[in-house]
């Protein structure tokens, strides 16, 4: 639509990034459009931005009921979950650089849908995977928000949600396959199988247990800080 | 170690990066979880003693990057509770 003085508009740019397996191979170079959606002023551009995302120590908790239940964790994660949030709020954005409209080149766009940038984008995106979760008969944890459960009987599905990756696991395969249908249903997932890397977290899951570690990230933290080729010592603290 | 240590200070900017880092491991590793802790109750004003102590755990660490915690199947999940008080006494 035709450019009004008085309306907020928010500019947006390009951003470039290659995606790198875990030897460091270029996979996949990604373009994203996001807003520049700093300084804003609540109350007119946006209300409520709060959005919970799971603990660690919830993850943790999770692994550990899951190994004494004698059930696998799996993972999926949301393809750009953010652009799935609507938006309560009026918002413009100007036109993506190097893809101007010669035509009308004082148009802007009005917003339907949440943009990467953007202040609420992560409550948008939490809202509605909240709402259609809760419409398909899942419920959310008392205590902790983020957990989501669904009991049948003696069976119960489990899932965490860490904004766009959703970690779940179940005593019954089909309540899994039905979860992972909803999702496949209402938004576009990657089924990334078994969980075996989650926020640095290195997981194996055996057959009499379960192994969690962050070998990675420990040895990417001692190249951080120049330590890679220090002394070993035997205790963390100094002993007297 | 204290808050008042003697000593050149140092960038605590350096420290506190150190210092968050460390947190973020301590979610596999308990065993760091006192050095670290104790080292983070010297962020506003860090002295080379306590980057000394904070890169000792770094040392550690270098020894025992691969291990982490294990689940066995068959635990027990009852919870139990230690407490250390002795009320001043």
Redesign the interface.
Known sequence: MHKIDDMNIIGTKWVFRNKMDEDGNIVRNKARLVTKGYNKEEGIDFDEIYAPSAR??VV?LL???A??C?FKLHQMDVKSAFLNGFLNEEMYVSQPPKFEDHLYPNHVFKLKKALYGLIQAPRQWYERLNNFLLSKGYARGAVDKTLVIRKYDNDVILAQVCVDDIIFGSNNNTLCEEFIAAMQGEFEMSMMGELTYFL???LKQL?????????K???N??K??K??D?????????IN | MDAYEAGQPVDSTKYRG?IG??L??I???P??Q??VC?CARFQANPKESHFK?A?????????T???????????N?SLSGFSDSDHAG
């Not at chain 1, 220090?230 to 100094?238: L, M, N």
């Not at chain 2, 890169?55 to 020894?63: A, D, E, M, Q, V």
């Not at chain 2, 990057?65 to 635990?75: A, E, F, I, K, M």
């Open positions: 660690l120590e943790r692994l550990a009921y190994c004494m004698n640095g977290l290195q057959k009499h247990g379960t192994f969690l570690n962050q070998s990230y420990c040895f933290l001692l951080k800080f330590m890679k220090c002394k070993e010592v035997a205790t963390p603290i100094t | 150190l880092s460390l973020y491991l979610a596999s590793r065993d760091i006192f050095g104790l102590a890169k000792r755990i770094l040392k550690y660490l270098k020894g990057t691969n291990v982490g915690l294990w689940y066995p199947c068959d635990s999940i």
